[in-house]
């Protein structure tokens, strides 16, 4: 007899709880550690269902990194201050990706891992991704259209957002070796790309 078809709300239900399985797995023990047979066991299913779910490891994972990416969108979001001026919006967003990556590294770097098949694969999880930094590079505009930033809205993010990635991937490989912790580098870097935005700031600086 052959096996039932299963409507929407059941397929993104099991989906859901093999993807908290694989993440938990993740975070403990690495990505090599993720492997569907892994998965059956933690949640307790035949060694063939995440098949019928994903199909194969990086449609697995494109979904782990859509769900943090997902995540780390909706905290832009929630720390944004919207109707203020550019640099407190960006203060106040910046300091709640240090707390997302403070709280949850793993999370971070599966994000944005190198070994990554082609976002164009994955269309969810591209537009995401690009959600989020368009929401940043209209915080940009918003400066530029003051007078308080000179250039491409999308260059100036691109160098900043650039730049801050790299103190997060250093500090979420335990690579910040040289006396200085993330928190003591992220502002001067912030003052350094966007100085001319927040060269008159100095009270959202120091209260930030």
Known sequence: MPRA???NREIQRVRRRLCEAALALYREEGADAVSFRRLAERTGTSHTQPY???ENKDALFAALRLDCYQRF???????DRPGSDP???LQ???HGILEFVR?????YQLMFAADQPPLADY???LAVRRAAFDYLVAIVAQATEAGRLDGDPRDIMHVAWGAVHGLLNLHTAGQLLHGRRLEELTQPLLRTVLHPLFETDHDVLRSA
């Not at 909706?74 to 720390?79: E, K, L």
Request: aromatic share 12%; charged share 30%.
């Open 5 to 7: 078809a299963l409507d």
């Open 52 to 54: 019928r779910y994903f």
């Open 73 to 79: 969108f909706d905290c832009i979001r929630d720390c």
């Open 87 to 89: 640099a407190a919006r």
């Open 92 to 94: 106040a967003i910046h």
């Open 103 to 107: 709280a949850q590294p793993a999370d």
């Open 123 to 125: 269309p969810d999880l």
